[in-house]
């Protein structure tokens, strides 16, 4: 099993920056991808980037060079237990619950969701 805790959600107005961050716990070397999703009322859980253990990272298109998914060694294509999510320009669209997530497989893309979850953290970009 493994445990995913976020930090780093908030209120910001529009044009504003913030920063997510998550980190692993427990079986952590099964972990081949991480990523983070968002989730608004009545929508259903978006991906909007992930990373695989090896560097390979995808974007939305709706944050496609506005948001940077990160870990804590670039060079490090053993292990992955830590993501953050560098948010810049951010609209009201913007506004959701971000979860962090990780997955024992690696893919080319995550869009269908992963293996664990962690509780989400409150995004909220005023106007």
């Known amino acids: 099993q493994v445990q995913l805790v976020e930090s780093g959600g908030g209120l910001v107005q529009a044009g504003g920056s913030l920063r997510l961050s998550c980190v692993a716990s427990?079986?952590?070397?099964?972990?081949?991808?991480m990523g983070w999703y968002r989730q608004t009322p009545g929508k259903q859980r978006e991906l909007v980037a992930s990373?695989?253990?090896?560097?390979?990272?995808?974007?939305?298109?709706?944050v496609k060079g506005r948001f940077v998914i990160s870990r804590d060694n670039p060079e490090n294509r053993v292990s992955l237990h830590t993501v953050d999510l560098q948010m810049n320009s951010l609209k009201p669209d913007d506004t959701a619950v971000y979860y962090c997530?990780?997955?024992?497989?690696?893919?080319?893309?995550?869009?269908?969701?992963?293996?664990?979850w962690g509780k989400g953290t409150l995004v909220t970009v005023s106007s």
């Open positions: 427990g079986s952590i070397w099964g972990i081949n991808g």
């Open positions: 997530a990780a997955s024992e497989i690696i893919a080319d893309e995550y869009n269908n969701g992963m293996d664990y």
């Open positions: 990373m695989t253990r090896f560097g390979t990272i995808n974007y939305a298109d709706s």
